[in-house]
C-alpha cells in the first residue's frame, strides 16, 4: 500500500501518541501548535538538534500566511493562544523502561516569552511532547496545513486529526464513541 505525503511546505508530522492523546485546545491554539510542529519537522529534515531547551520562534506574519488571516490580528492570536497552551495539559500513553503502559499527564510548553516589538513569541516545548513531533519515524500522521487552516472549531480540527490517522491505515479502524468523546474533552 502506498502512503500518501504531503508537500513540505504544508506537511506537518506528529505521532499517533499525540494524534490519540486526551486534551482540550481551542481552534488557534491547534493552528499555533501545528505551524510550530511545522516548524521542528524542518529541523528534523536540516538534521538539526532540537531538545526541551531549543527555543521555537512563530511571527505573526507567518501565522497569518499560513492561515490567511490580518497580520495584526495575528499577533493576538499568537500571544493569547501560546498564554493558554503555556496552562494546558494532555493525557497520553507512555511505556516505560520495563514495557509498562500507563496514563501520563504533560504540559505542552515548559517556557513562554513574547516579543512585542517584533512582533513574535517564542516558547520550549516540554520534554514529554518533543519525542512525539521530533525524529518520529514509525506510527505518525501528516497532516495538511492548508486544509487545517480552513477549520474554524476546535472539534473540527480534532476530527480531522482523528480521521486523518487512519487514512492510509491497511485496515478500517472501528471508533468507540464513548472514547472519541472522551479524546475530544466531551466526557
Known amino acids: 500500500m502506498e502512503v500518501a505525503t ?3 511546505d504544508i506537511a506537518v508530522k506528529q505521532a499517533n501518541k499525540l494524534i490519540e492523546s486526551i486534551y482540550k485546545m481551542d481552534v488557534n491554539e491547534h493552528k499555533l501548535l501545528l505551524l510550530a510542529t511545522k516548524k521542528v519537522n524542518e529541523m528534523e529534515l ?8 531549543t527555543k521555537v520562534t512563530i511571527t505573526s506574519s507567518e501565522f497569518a500566511k499560513q492561515y490567511n488571516i490580518g497580520r495584526s ?28 503502559v500507563g496514563q ?20 520550549m516545548f516540554a520534554s514529554a511532547v518533543i519525542p512525539l513531533i521530533y525524529l518520529v519515524e514509525t506510527e505518525y500522521t501528516l497532516l495538511d496545513l492548508q486544509e487545517i487552516g480552513q477549520l474554524k472549531s476546535k472539534y473540527s480540527v480534532r ?29
Open 104 to 123: 501520563m499527564k504533560s504540559r505542552w510548553l515548559q517556557a513562554r516569552q513574547t516579543d512585542k516589538a517584533k512582533s513574535e513569541i517564542y516558547f
Open 6 to 8: 504531503l508537500a513540505s
Open 73 to 100: 490580528s495575528a499577533f493576538e492570536i499568537i500571544v493569547e493562544a501560546k498564554k493558554s497552551i503555556y496552562d494546558r495539559e494532555f493525557d497520553y500513553l507512555h511505556v516505560d523502561e520495563k514495557g509498562q
Open 159 to 187: 476530527l480531522y486529526k482523528y480521521l486523518m490517522r487512519w487514512v492510509n491505515a491497511p485496515y478500517k479502524n472501528k471508533v468507540n464513541i464513548d472514547q472519541l468523546r472522551l479524546n475530544f474533552g466531551l466526557e
Open 46 to 53: 536540516k538534521k538539526q538538534p532540537f531538545n526541551e531547551r
